[in-house]
């Protein structure tokens, strides 16, 4: 018998439609926004396809390199991509998945933007770094109506233009922020850079920023110290009069995760900054950019889940063992399944918290409360759930899983930024109770969402009760922060699944993770789930 005689492998899963997902398409019917489903689905056959899947392999292989000086010892300060990089680029732009909803006239455009980015994010996770900080820089810079109206037409543009040029010379454009030092993380209050202001009205920014993703973005929102306190400064990479700021790139981060992205040390040296905001307002200018940029981390997270069950419902149909395949063995139909609930009430809040963004960005004051306190909820509870949904995931493929042919490894090693990002697990739990301190009125607000379901399933209405309970000791909530969040993202979910869910989901999700009858692990699901219906809405449509 030849010795190099493969069987029972399974298929290469590609060249199909990675947007033909119910929940997706089911959110977009659910918001008036039917007549965008052609353009999600035609994101997810470029997404689903050998070509785009290369190009994330490719991206992927050939980090970026930095190059400091050119060969004549000029400082340049430049990252150099891959073309595969480029062509990612050029398509997430060209799909509008950057600043382009602030332009949008159409219906749902936060929403179809997020289903957009959650069927294309499958293929690279790096360039959808700068991809994600585009779309939420815009509400930031509208701080400064100078800047925005010369900018803002340029960022919602879709054509990706990569090169450093002046600003207003290029097609479109490319934002960042720099936020993070070394001796503050998340205490962002703690920074030490300065910024000292010019009689022209610009101001000279000196300081040693330890994480700036995406360094070849055109420009940058930035914290600094001035004079009247915290504040927020555009800073471009190319000044109007075409010389190069200071942007001292120091290295490139050896991080976990994507290799695809470059993420930096800079140093500001002298480097101009115009003021966004007000002096002392940094904090409060760029935290609706940080808001967007944590709707996209849960967005993420949750299509990663998606990504990971549908590589393992894909890998079971067709691998035999002991017999039968393994999409038949009972005990992996569990796990397929309790895997599956994960990823879809994730993705369910996920597209939820964009529609209500459409809202909340319409005017709708009730609803920018509700966004306030359900996306801090949403961002610390899904992408706390992320990496053991990845771990899962990937063991459902075994020792197959654990090359990185499989891309497997891949999701599992980017599946811990989400939560790491823009405020880790305690600042995002914490910050759920900060909002609700500064807001009081943003409880009732969340609890009116929830009670919406009321009287549809015992088990949802037992554990709003019991939440509502959580409430009533103020004295010890901050050590129960974790616990009292998590059960508020997981009646948030439940909620929307009893009230918008597939039948099937909704009962698993009920009997599961409200009525608490599951074990530790995935796989757990208690007898009587419709395991069949739920493996079907995620199984890929090849």
Not at 177 to 198: L, W, Y
Not at 253 to 264: C, Q, T, V, W
Not at 367 to 391: F, Q
Not at 497 to 519: E, I, K, N, T
Request: include cysteine.
């Amino acid at each position: 018998m030849p010795t190099h005689e493969v069987t029972n492998q399974v298929p290469p899963m590609v060249d199909f439609d990675a947007a033909e997902q119910p929940v997706i398409l089911e959110a977009l019917r659910r918001a008036g926004a039917e007549s965008a489903i052609d353009d999600v689905r035609a994101v997810g056959k470029v997404a689903g396809s050998a070509e785009a899947q290369a190009l994330g392999d490719l991206a992927e292989a050939h980090p970026p390199v930095l190059r400091t000086h050119d060969r004549y010892g000029h400082r340049i300060d430049e990252v150099e991509y891959d073309p595969s990089y480029h062509r990612l680029m050029e398509y997430a732009v060209g799909f509008g998945l950057h600043a382009a909803p602030w332009a949008d006239r159409g219906p749902s455009p936060h929403l179809v933007r997020a289903a957009k980015m959650s069927v294309w994010s499958q293929v690279d996770a790096g360039h959808g770094c700068p991809i994600s900080m585009t779309y939420a820089v815009v509400p930031a810079l509208r701080a400064n109506p100078e800047l925005a109206a010369q900018y803002e037409p340029l960022l919602v543009a879709k054509e990706y233009d990569p090169g450093l040029r002046v600003p207003s010379t290029k097609r479109g454009l490319i934002a960042g922020m720099s936020m993070t030092e070394k001796q503050g993380g998340s205490d962002v209050r703690a920074n030490t850079t300065a910024a000292v202001p010019n009689a022209d009205g610009t101001y000279r920014i000196t300081g040693h920023k330890w994480f700036t993703s995406a360094p070849m973005s055109d420009f940058f929102l930035v914290l600094a110290q001035a004079p009247g306190g915290l504040s927020c400064f555009f800073v471009p990479r190319v000044l109007p009069d075409g010389t190069r700021n200071t942007f001292n790139l120091q290295r490139l981060k050896d991080k976990l995760g994507n290799h695809s992205n470059a993420s930096s040390e800079v140093e500001y040296d002298d480097t101009v900054g115009w003021l966004v905001g007000a002096e002392g307002r940094g904090v409060p200018t760029i935290i609706e950019m940080v808001n967007l940029t944590r709707l996209d981390c849960t967005l993420g997270s949750a299509s990663g889940m998606r990504a990971g069950v549908a590589m393992a419902v894909h890998h079971a149909t067709h691998r035999r063992a002991f017999g039968a395949h393994l999409i038949d063995q009972p005990l992996m139909r569990n796990v397929l399944a309790d895997l599956a609930l994960e990823a879809e009430g994730a993705t369910t809040v996920a597209l939820w918290l964009a529609e209500v963004t459409d809202r909340a960005v319409a005017g709708d004051e009730t609803a920018d409360r509700l966004r306030r306190i359900a996306l801090a909820v949403s961002k610390y509870y899904v992408c706390k759930r992320g990496p053991i949904h990845a771990a899962e995931a990937l063991e459902c493929l075994g020792g197959n899983g654990y090359v990185e042919e499989s891309r497997m490894p891949r999701l599992y090693r980017e599946a811990p930024l989400m939560s790491v990002w823009e405020g880790s697990g305690n600042v995002a739990a914490l910050d759920t109770l900060r909002a609700l301190a500064k807001q009081p009125e943003a409880l009732g607000v969340f609890f009116d969402e929830v009670e919406q379901a009321r009287g549809a399933d015992a088990r949802l209405d037992a554990a709003i009760g019991a939440l509502r309970d959580q409430f009533a000791d103020f004295d010890t909530i901050q050590y129960r922060a974790r616990r009292v969040v998590g059960e508020m993202a997981q009646v948030l979910q439940g909620s929307l699944l009893v009230r918008y869910g597939h039948p099937a989901v909704a009962d698993g999700f009920a009997a599961s993770r409200l009525g608490r009858d599951h074990g530790d692990v995935f796989g757990t699901l208690p007898h009587g789930v419709d395991t069949g219906s739920i493996i079907e809405r995620v199984t890929p449509k090849l």
